[in-house]
């Protein structure tokens, strides 16, 4: 193969960041479980502490099968380097971790999974750190939101609970204007959809939990850093642009280039906040990994019949989704997320709050969990549990109204889920 051609998305999800295990040759990436590597000798431990050689030193920063994950996903999102950790929520915190101070605030997006708005207006505060929270369909609303302080954007590709699909152009251009990086949570896409890398994002973060490793089985997250924001240019971000007082005064971004954001939240983030993705996590999601695109492509397809069979019932008020022409944002499909609008969506059910509570208790393929990008298919009733925090006008603006259901299209027949609705929708409607 001639090292100029690029390979594929196809290809790359079963082979980025994994070859022949060196010490036995093993084809699969073998799961590394050990905490520590031996060290040559002193000479090889001081380089390795020093940056000036990558290795292993210690499992909570890095491990060789976290590693081949973290490369992977990379590569899959066209970004220059990746982060591996404990959960999409770890992935946040760690993402904001080397940008932020106290006094220091990011500028999100009102439609964003509930956990989320929880984090960023609840539990950031306790570093200091705060979020405002502005709609991003409106870009005057953005910049008017922008201070001083302010120091990333943040939003979701695909937003959960609604469906929404941001317009990451846009929001990329105000951030490059404003000299911020944006932060753009992929989950619900996967790159599979939408790379946002290639409408402006500077950094990635994905929860692994959900379509990456694909069928419920752990709790991981993802950073994937583009390499392309010039930490230098302004005084913004002193962790990557000064000297670093917690890694004995390197500078990362001199030092490391495109690699200082990568390097700085392994060699910090990582050894300081101990969020680290376990071997045996990374393992499940390389393996669900190598299948991505095929399960996404029956994903959206499943989710574009169930969602034009919802729409046209008389017993369901409206659906949200935009993969349906009536979504107001249908028009972005073809620039942000051509291949599909994911396979996530709310639609609203005649008879309110206890029509969607009965609806749910009336399934029987769908499986009622807190959960999404699960083969199987899911439901849950969004304002009742994971939006339930939130007051009554976060639900409604999160897109989690008290009338509205929120399902999670797995890759089953398409039939058999709507034979499965048709029969639960009769209950709830009776
Ligand atoms: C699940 C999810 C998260 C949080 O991820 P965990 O792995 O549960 O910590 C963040 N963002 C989105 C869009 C999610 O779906």
Not at 5 to 27: E, M, N, S, V
Not at 178 to 194: E, R, S
């Amino acid at each position: 193969m001639s090292s100029d051609r690029k390979l594929g998305f196809d290809t790359l999800q079963i082979h980025a960041g994994a070859k022949p295990d060196p010490a036995t040759g093993a084809r699969q990436v073998p799961i590394y479980q050990t905490t520590a590597y031996v060290f040559r000798d002193a000479e090889h431990a001081a380089r390795l502490f020093n940056l000036e050689e990558v290795g292993y030193i210690y499992s909570r920063l890095t491990n060789p099968t976290v590693m081949a994950l973290a490369e992977r996903v990379a590569a899959l999102e066209g970004g220059a380097g990746a982060v591996c950790c404990s959960s999409g929520h770890a992935a946040q915190i760690m993402a904001l971790f080397p940008l932020m101070a106290p006094g220091r605030n990011i500028v999100a997006s009102t439609r964003l999974y509930g956990g989320t708005i929880t984090q960023f207006s609840q539990t950031i505060r306790r570093f200091g750190w705060s979020a405002k929270f502005v709609d991003f369909d409106d870009p005057a609303a953005i910049e008017a939101a922008i201070d001083s302080d302010t120091r990333a954007l943040f939003c979701e590709t695909i937003a959960n609970p609604g469906g929404v699909i941001t317009d990451l152009d846009a929001v990329s251009a105000i951030a490059d204007r404003m000299g911020l990086p944006l932060i753009v949570d992929n989950t619900t896409a996967t790159p599979w959809l939408c790379r946002p890398i290639e409408h402006g994002a500077t950094l990635v973060v994905h929860s692994a939990t959900k379509y990456l490793t694909g069928n419920g089985t752990v709790t991981g997250g993802v950073i994937v850093d583009s390499g392309k924001f010039d930490w230098s240019a302004s005084d913004k971000f002193p962790s990557l642009s000064q000297p670093e007082p917690a890694y004995h005064g390197l500078v990362f971004h001199k030092a490391l280039g495109p690699m200082a954001y990568t390097f700085h939240s392994i060699a910090v983030g990582l050894r300081d906040l101990g969020m680290t993705m376990n071997p045996q996590g990374a393992h499940y999601t390389l393996m669900g990994i190598e299948t991505l695109s095929l399960r996404m492509a029956r994903h959206v397809e499943n989710a574009q019949k169930v969602a034009a069979w919802l729409e046209q019932d008389p017993r369901v008020e409206f659906v949200s989704y935009a993969g349906l022409p009536s979504s107001p944002w249908h028009g972005r499909v073809a620039r942000i997320c051509p291949k599909g609008a994911g396979a996530l969506f709310t639609f609203a059910v005649k008879g309110g709050y206890d029509a969607c509570v009965a609806l749910v208790d009336a399934l029987q393929l769908f499986s009622h969990v807190a959960n999404l990008g699960d083969t199987r298919s899911l439901v849950i009733h969004s304002a009742s549990t994971t939006h339930r925090q939130l007051t009554p006008e976060q639900q409604v603006a999160a897109g989690a109204a008290p009338n509205v259901v929120r399902i999670s299209i797995g890759i089953e027949d398409a039939d058999d889920l709507i034979a499965d609705l048709d029969q639960a929708l009769a209950k709830a409607t009776a």
